[in-house]
């Protein structure tokens, strides 16, 4: 722990000054789920935060095919892991390649450091999420309303598990 509180320090949901707009769809965040012997990373962009039963929550979005969709499945935390500008070409790497036949912390560099909590983010990380899992569900092709929607984002039919996470710490790098 004393590595990581060397590098990060906690700070409170209202202490966010984060545009979580430009910081998903411009900026990206890498998903991360299980333990230090056995955990996937994936590259996301979509995502929300905000309150739900009286708690600040995430919710993220995996579909089935991915390999970290197994991970979010066995393990009850996830985290967030945001970076600053000069990282953007590994979370591109890990966007574009799976963890099934990627070593992705050998191939970027990514160095993972544990929360006190026992969750895997990156010493490289500028902010960081620590949800535990609240709730799950599937996207239905029935519930979309406008159907245009449904056909062009799951032309597949792989359609995403949401995660609503309670965000239990929120860490930032150390200036």
Not at 110 to 116: C, F, S, Y
Not at 120 to 141: G, P, R, W
Request: proline share 5%; net charge negative.
């Amino acid at each position: 722990m004393e590595k990581f509180f060397s590098i990060f320090e906690e700070i409170t949901p209202r202490m966010l000054s984060l545009n979580c707009f430009s910081a998903l769809d411009d900026d990206w965040m890498i998903v991360t789920a299980g333990k230090i012997d056995d955990f996937n990373l994936m590259t996301a962009s979509w995502g929300t935060f905000g309150i739900l039963w009286d708690k600040p929550i995430s919710v993220i979005f995996v579909r089935p095919t991915r390999y970290t969709f197994g991970f979010t499945e066995r393990y009850p935390f996830y985290t967030l892991s945001f970076f600053n500008e000069e990282f953007k070409p590994i979370l591109q790497f890990c966007g574009s390649h799976s963890g099934r036949d990627t070593n992705k912390i050998k191939e970027t560099g990514l160095i993972p450091l544990l929360t006190p909590q026992g969750n895997i983010t990156y010493e490289q990380a500028s902010l960081v999420f620590e949800c535990k899992k609240l709730y799950a569900d599937d996207l239905k092709k029935d519930h979309f309303l406008i159907s245009t929607l449904e056909q062009t984002i799951y032309p597949k039919k792989d359609y995403h598990r949401f995660y609503i996470g309670e965000i239990i710490h929120i860490y930032q790098k150390k200036l």
